[in-house]
């Protein structure tokens, strides 16, 4: 029975691949067929249900070396963009692309583009990267081949890409650049041209949709462990010490979250998703104030994107990609909770830490090494294959082929009522509300 539903999650292909992949001798067990497919929600009833229906449930293509290619190596030129901010892993995905690219495919030309989506309308912005060029470019964090916020005109970029007869376009970013990705595979596309775009997620907030963990975020979680670490230490070195720790992530708290499970160290974690309300009964200075009473000391985790409604009113603007400016939750907090317990006539010894900058900024550990190059390698091998307008994602495990198309309007938050916040809630104590609702710590 022929299904009657379109799959949300089919890729785009610039054309049929005929030409034999020089990978399919040397390693046949690696290859991946077409119809290897990874079900989106992993449950046998909605499955079922689906095919009862007549319906296929919802799968994703599964990222890998293909028998076909579309692009002839020997002939291809490729390009590397990494854009928004810095985050662990980049260098070592900028070698994988490279040595993956010029070593396993044999292709002759590999160009960094000079500081990310700007760069691509500037003249003289690509370089040309090699194996000896990328060799120990994972030693050093941040990226070799520059970054940017925001891009110059569709239009302009993809001149570039036509110019310099790029035939693979491998932007490395956060859900900004991978919409800058989607316009620009449709401009491509609306000009007929034969050039495949295939994303890699990168960014330390994870909220990146159909991506359950994008590279740079595990380094970030055990750098930002270590910030809570110094921060306990100093809180409980002294009388009514805070300890407060403001984490980046932007409007989603996975950092925050994780970073607080994985240390055990924090009394509190603040996160975007779950309002909390500071002196409320059952609020935050409350239970605060009961937690030092019963342990000497406090340690307080807040994602930079909680309590953006302390600032309301003020228009803070917004930043070069075009995300909203946020308010400085770090230090308003340290500010009122100063100011509180001052009035209240008990003072406390408040220390501040904001790692955000040392987080991001520093080398991969082994498991963004290692996940950075697999997700390098599923591009790779997805861009000869012909596919475009797409990015590599990672769902249950495998690494997928996700469109572009799946990515807009979407967004991935901590969920207040599952596993991982139910685990925070656990390890810190604290109740699901905070001061929202009346509630008892
Ligand atoms: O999206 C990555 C990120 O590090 C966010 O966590 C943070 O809000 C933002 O970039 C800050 O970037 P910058 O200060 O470079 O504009």
Not at 52 to 61: D, I, K, M, S, Y
Not at 239 to 254: E, Q, S
């Amino acid at each position: 029975m022929a299904a009657r539903n379109a799959n949300p999650f089919r890729i785009e292909r610039l054309g049929e691949p005929t030409v034999p992949s020089p990978l399919a001798v040397p390693s046949p067990d690696t290859l991946v067929e077409d119809s290897e497919r990874l079900l989106v929600h992993p449950y046998l009833e909605p499955a079922r249900d689906a095919l009862a229906r007549g319906e296929l449930p919802e799968t994703f293509e599964l990222a890998g070396p293909r028998q076909l290619l579309y692009f002839d190596p020997a002939r291809v030129r490729a390009a590397i963009a990494t854009c928004g901010g810095i985050c662990p892993g980049l260098n070592d995905v900028i070698r994988a692309l490279v040595l993956g690219l010029t070593r396993r495919y044999g292709v002759p030309e590999v160009f960094g583009v000079r500081h990310g989506y700007q760069g691509l309308a500037a003249p003289g912005s690509l370089v040309r990267l090699d194996a000896e060029a990328v060799a120990l470019a994972p030693a050093r964090g941040g990226t070799m081949i520059g970054t940017s916020r925001g891009a110059p005109p569709v239009a302009e970029m993809v001149d570039t890409l036509a110019a310099h007869r790029i035939d693979l376009f491998f932007p490395v970013g956060g859900d900004g650049t991978l919409r800058g990705a989607l316009e620009i595979a449709a401009e491509i596309a609306r000009r007929g041209l034969e050039i495949a775009v295939v994303g890699l997620p990168k960014t330390i907030d994870n909220d990146i949709p159909w991506v359950r963990r994008s590279f740079g975020f595990e380094t970030a979680v055990r750098l930002a462990g270590d910030a809570i670490r110094s921060a306990h230490n100093e809180a409980s070195s002294v009388r009514r010490g805070i300890g407060l720790v403001k984490l980046m992530g932007r409007h989603a708290g996975y950092l925050a979250a994780a970073s607080t499970l994985a240390t055990g160290l924090a009394d509190f974690c603040l996160v975007p998703e779950i309002p909390f309300a500071l002196d409320d009964e059952g609020g935050l200075f409350d239970l605060l104030a009961r937690r030092i009473e019963r342990q000497g000391h406090a340690v307080l985790v807040v994602a930079e994107g909680a309590g953006q409604e302390l600032f309301a009113g003020q228009d803070l603007g917004t930043d070069a990609s075009g995300n909203p400016k946020l308010g400085d939750i770090g230090v308003l907090l340290k500010r009122e909770i100063d100011r509180h317990f001052e009035a209240a006539g008990a003072p406390v010894s408040i220390k501040y830490i904001d790692p955000s900058y040392l987080v991001r900024s520093a080398p991969a550990g082994t498991a963004d090494a290692l996940h950075g190059t697999r997700l390098a390698h599923g591009a790779i091998h997805a861009a000869m294959s012909g596919r475009t307008s797409m990015v590599v994602g990672y769902w249950h495990g495998q690494l997928t082929h996700v469109p572009l198309t799946a990515l807009a309007g979407q967004s991935r938050r901590v969920n207040p009522h599952g596993e991982l916040w139910w685990s925070v809630l656990e390890t810190t104590g604290q109740p699901l509300e905070i001061g929202i609702q009346r509630s008892a710590s």
